[in-house]
């Protein structure tokens, strides 16, 4: 049974550009969540979907949004790179929001 | 909001010896509360979480942690760490009806021969 996939594992952008990671969930999961990871800290909530839309969003600007496609697949998309989006980051999906979270490797994203 | 204080950014320890990682969590309510370990160009992977009911919390890879209302904490422990074990270590805090993930900065465990 397959985890949480995410593509590309790897990325290099340059400032300005526009940017996006995929993310697949875990078989018979239907809620995806991204998470921004900087060099030495935690994770940090950019947003949840469930059923196609989002239904929770942290601390971050309008430049970063997602989408969630009706086989429960998502991206996140992020306008206007700037260097401090230098960053991994990690897909979560679960099933019906509740705390089961599985993560997946993650997109290690470089704004140079 | 809520948040999450480990205190301890990197820990030494000897393969056989015990670990303890201590996290701090800020919350006005019961917090659901998560340990979670992540190694190198890995994603994260969960070791126990709490929610309610018994204190003392069994996870998998011979890990435990302990919920203290009282001090606001949540250490995780393990009795004989193994090589294996060294990695970076994530006390995370969530709230009911609120399901994102609020992460600490994570203490990194180094073991020595």
């Known amino acids: 049974d397959a985890g949480v996939t995410q593509s590309p594992t790897h990325l290099i952008k340059t400032r300005g550009q526009q940017v996006t990671l995929r993310c697949s969930p875990k078989?018979?999961?239907?809620?995806v969540s991204w998470y921004q990871q900087a060099l030495g800290q935690g994770p940090q909530f950019i947003f949840q979907?469930?059923?196609?839309?989002?239904?929770q969003r942290g601390n971050f600007p309008d430049r970063f949004s997602g989408h969630q496609f009706p086989n429960y697949s998502s991206e996140l998309n992020v306008n206007a790179l700037l260097l401090g989006d230098s960053a991994l980051y990690l897909c979560?999906?679960?099933?019906?929001?509740?705390?089961?979270?599985?993560f997946g490797s993650g997109t290690r994203l470089t704004v140079v | 909001a809520q948040s999450v204080t480990q205190p301890d950014i990197h820990i030494t320890v000897s393969e056989g010896a015990s670990l303890e990682l201590r996290c701090n969590y800020s919350?006005?309510?019961?917090?659901?509360l998560f340990w979670y370990v992540q190694s190198p160009g890995q994603g994260l992977q969960l070791l126990l979480k709490?929610?309610?009911?018994?204190?003392l919390v069994q996870g998998i890879k011979g890990f435990e942690a302990e919920f203290k209302r009282s001090q606001s904490s949540f250490n995780l422990r393990k009795p004989s760490v193994h090589w294996s074990d060294a990695a970076e270590y994530f006390c995370?805090?969530?709230?009911?009806?609120?399901?994102?993930?609020?992460f600490g900065a994570g203490t990194t465990v180094t073991v020595r021969a």
């Open positions: 979907y469930y059923e196609e839309e989002e239904r």
């Open positions: 078989s018979g999961h239907d809620t």
């Open positions: 919350y006005g309510a019961t917090p659901y």
């Open positions: 995370a805090v969530g709230a009911r009806d609120d399901y994102k993930l609020s």
């Open positions: 709490y929610f309610s009911g018994d204190t």
């Open positions: 979560a999906s679960s099933f019906v929001a509740n705390y089961g979270y599985t």
